[in-house]
């Protein structure tokens, strides 16, 4: 039998996945290990089941006898008894389906329109002059906000904007609120919160009309809606999501311990840098005392320094004339060797005269009879003395003298030059000789 119900416990895990069923509680039993066990009945059937510890602890309602509710489980068999039963993973009151499929459909929707996108969602002021709260005036939540912020920071005034937070017209009365809020323009973050509750406690913060709201307005605002495991339109909209009223109220407040104690650091550090400043002044003024001094020191030293500079400068004077007188003797020793006696200046110029009159004399004697020599030779070679003598030069016809018989052709015209003029001329050679002129 065990390997039996082992077999038919591993057809029903695998061949039937988790599902949804709804039905009413019978035979409910809250066992002392905190383990719930029940059957789920309707008109024509029922099925046991079983909610394990944990799973129960997550319920945010009491199971109770004749409750209508939704359940999403497992199917198996408890091998011990051969039953067939149901583990439960979660439950929910009955109708909650509808409620999670209408928002799931708006957060879709919603999403697309592009409410939820990170680039539209503003910063919160970090020094706020006066907070928002909408809530409901009795709302428990509204104490812890109003708590923490005067815990946090009570000087910021805080400003409510009354609105039931569950009921029929309660999305109504929330989104006139932040309406009236925007149009107030009183505060600079509004802070939209509740108490956790159920899927419909919590179901005016999944309407359109207030997500739109909050969309609309124009200061920074901070969803506190519910616990930390809720999460609601409103959440995904708002500029800020906290997981509690109280976070909202922390979130959107400075903390006075915490400025007070930045301001304290912030003291500690401008007197220690005031400190350092006061020693540097103090020293640097030292090194300008050191350095200042009094003005008949400061007299008394440029008197002293003038008294030395006038004595160099009457050092270099000195040495300056002795330089001068020197040079100044030196010339007129140079000048006096330099001027001339006129006695024998005079007769110096007579002896150079006498010179002057022999030495030109004798070059004129000199070159008288070098001309005579150059006359007679140049006489001499004469060529119009040579043609006096009976001698004529043969010229031919380009003028050129001819100095040999080889230079001459038969019939060829020459001209003679003779000592008291010119006459032409014919050559007339002998044929194969070659005639020599008499001349």
Known sequence: MTALNRMARNLLENGIPSLWVSGEISNLTLAASGHAYFSLKDAGAQVRCVMFRQKVRQLEFIPREGMQVELLGAVTLYEARGDYQIA?????????????????????????????????????????????????????????????????????????????????????????????????????????????????????????????????????????VGHETDFTICDFVADRRAPTPTAAAELVSPSRDVMLQQLERGKRGLERALARLIIDKGQRLDY????????????????????????????????????????????????????????????????????????????????????LRLETALSAMNPEAVLARGYAIVQNAQGKAIKSPAELSNRELVVLQLAEGKVNAEISLPHGTQTQLPF
């Open 88 to 224: 439960v993973e979660n439950m929910r009151e009955a109708g909650l389906g509808r409620l999670y499929e209408a928002y799931e459909k708006l957060k879709k929707r919603l999403a697309a329109e592009g409410l939820f996108a990170e680039a539209r969602k503003r910063p919160l002021p970090p020094h706020p002059r006066a907070i928002g709260i909408v809530t409901s005036p009795a709302a428990a939540a509204l104490r812890d906000v109003v708590t923490t912020l005067a815990r946090r920071m009570p000087n910021i005034p805080v400003i409510l904007y009354p609105s039931p937070v569950q009921g029929n017209d309660a999305a109504q009365q929330i989104a006139h609120a932040i309406r009236n809020a925007s149009k107030r323009h009183e505060v600079d973050v509004l802070i939209v919160c509740r108490g956790g509750g159920s899927i419909e406690d919590l179901w005016s913060f999944n309407e359109e009309l207030v997500a739109r709201a909050i969309a609309a307005c124009p200061v920074p605002v901070v969803s506190g």
């Open 288 to 371: 300008l005392a050191n350095r200042l001094s009094h003005p008949g020191e400061r007299l008394a030293r440029q008197q002293q320094e003038l008294a030395r500079a006038r004595i160099r400068l009457e050092a270099l004077i000195k040495n300056q004339l002795r330089q001068d007188g020197k040079q100044l003797a030196n010339a007129n020793a140079r000048l006096g060797r330099l001027r001339p006696a006129p006695a024998q200046a005079a007769r110096t110029l007579q002896q150079l005269a006498l010179r002057l009159a022999r030495a030109s004399e004798h070059m004129q004697t000199s070159r008288s009879m070098s001309l």
